[in-house]
């Protein structure tokens, strides 16, 4: 018996023993890891300090995204839809009078590049001017003058027609004027090439069967306009803006709401001395 006890404790004694030298080794493997792995950034400064700059320039660029993104969120809160109605019932639409004579062509503005399609699937640019050369693509000329007005809702297609029906029946037989209707499709849906395709075909109007030279050109611009209404003080989307462009693609008159009948004769007078000065 005391034989039997002699021999279980010697083999308890040698599994100890080598439980605890194995402990000790795992011990000392983990500890030279570990000293290995804090010590890696010091052996290398230079991927150290690139790693971080790296990381600095990465964050530097998401901080002014933010910041953007901010701004524009904030500016498209305050000027919703209930403020653009607000004050859409305040003035109908008329957020100014049009301009009574023409702008000086030294402080006029140009008008910001704008990516268009029209119904048949084509596509193009305004202003179409000689640099652009819009008019070799679509078989375009390039106009001395050109009438564009921009519809951001529905609700201003009457304002629109205020202003282009008067247009094209004084300027009908004019070769060297365009007229452009512009709507805006915000909704990123619709913007999809397939949805896109159909809704063009949808939109698409049978041919006029009017004559005269001078035509209405139906033009949809699809995607964010975020930037563009910034550059061309849109701040109501209800109301319809109508712009008169030269040759150069600068904006020399310009108009809001509903035509009046004085405004009207404004725009043809406007339109008549810009005719003779290009």
Known sequence: ????????????????????????????????????????????????STTRSFLDFYQFGNKKAIEDERARLNDEMNRGYFADMKEFKEHGGKIAAASKTLIPAASA????????????????????TSNSNEFNKE??????????????????????????KPFIESFGDRKDLQLFEVSFIDKWLLGLAPIKKLLLRVLRKPKNSDNSVLQRQIVYSFGDHY???????????????????????RIRWQGFGTATPEEVSQLLSCTSLLLKDQ
């Open 109 to 128: 503005m140009k008008f910001p590049v704008l990516a268009g399609t029209f119904s048949n699937g084509k596509s193009m640019k305004l202003p179409i």
């Open 227 to 249: 930037h563009f209404r910034k550059q061309m003080k849109v701040l109501n989307l209800l109301t319809g803006y109508i712009v008169l462009l030269d040759k150069s693609g």
């Open 1 to 48: 018996m005391a034989t039997i006890l002699n021999r279980f404790l010697k083999q308890k004694c040698r599994s100890f023993s080598a439980l605890s030298h194995r402990n000790q080794h795992q011990v000392l493997f983990n500890s030279t890891r570990y000293e290995n792995h804090n010590s890696l950034p010091s052996q290398i400064p230079a991927l150290r």
């Open 139 to 164: 078989s375009l000329a390039v106009p001395k003058v050109s009438l564009v007005c921009l519809s951001f809702r529905a609700s201003s297609q009457e304002m629109i027609s205020s202003w282009s």
